[in-house]
């Protein structure tokens, strides 16, 4: 199970790499909300896919973001405990970042990832060009991309899915976000570590 866990995480890295034509790869031309420029360390905890009370199988994880000028780091840490036997990824990303209005586009330069298995350790680090549009919502105190994404990977569903006209601040967008912001087993959102903006 945890070799296969292994695998998954080893093709993570390419396969984050998509068609760099869709919208939610750039930012809008143009945009009339006021902002405040997003700056701190937002945190998303990723439930558990281990039983709540296993003695056997024990599983945490955790994306970060943390925004510093124009540069930002992202981080995805995994822990998986089979009988004793402690396994962990680390993976870490560096970029740059632009943001307009309250959308906000990272674009991923470099990533670097670390696997501890069985008291093995393994490193690689390589360049991983790739952009991501996120959306910053005042409103929800919350940062959430437009597709799902989690240790570098992503899903091509999210919230963009739900909305009617890209980049369109509307309703639409808002429901859309709240939607994937409360998903118990998926949630996409991220949450600054202080609490306060």
């Known amino acids: 199970m945890v070799v296969r866990i292994l695998s998954i ?3 993570s890295l390419i396969l984050f790499t998509f068609n760099c034509s869709a919208w939610y ?3 809008p031309q143009t945009t009339t909300q006021n902002i405040t420029v997003i700056t701190g360390k937002w ?20 994306d970060t973001i943390e925004f510093q000028e124009n540069k930002f780091l992202k981080k995805y840490d995994s822990m998986n405990e089979i009988s004793g036997i402690l396994n962990t990824i680390h ?5 740059v970042f632009q943001q307009k209005g309250n959308w906000v586009l990272l674009e ?6 670390k696997i501890v298995e ?3 350790v393994s490193q690689t680090k390589m360049s991983n060009p790739n952009k991501l549009l ?12 437009m597709v799902y994404e989690k240790g570098l990977e992503e899903s091509e569903f999210g919230v963009k899915d739900l909305i ?5 601040e509307n309703n639409k967008l808002e429901l859309s976000i709240l939607n994937f912001s409360k998903k118990e087993y998926a949630n996409h959102a991220y949450y600054l570590e202080s609490g306060r903006l």
């Open 43 to 62: 945190i998303r905890k990723n439930p558990p896919k281990s039983p709540i009370n296993s003695v056997v199988y024990k599983n945490s994880s955790m």
């Open 108 to 113: 991923f330069l470099e990533v670097s990832k």
């Open 118 to 120: 069985d008291g093995k």
């Open 25 to 27: 790869r750039e930012l």
């Open 164 to 168: 009617e006209e890209p980049y369109k």
């Open 91 to 95: 993976i870490q990303a560096n970029g």
């Open 134 to 145: 996120y959306y910053f919502s005042e409103k929800e105190k919350l940062l959430i991309p």
């Open 9 to 11: 995480f080893n093709f």
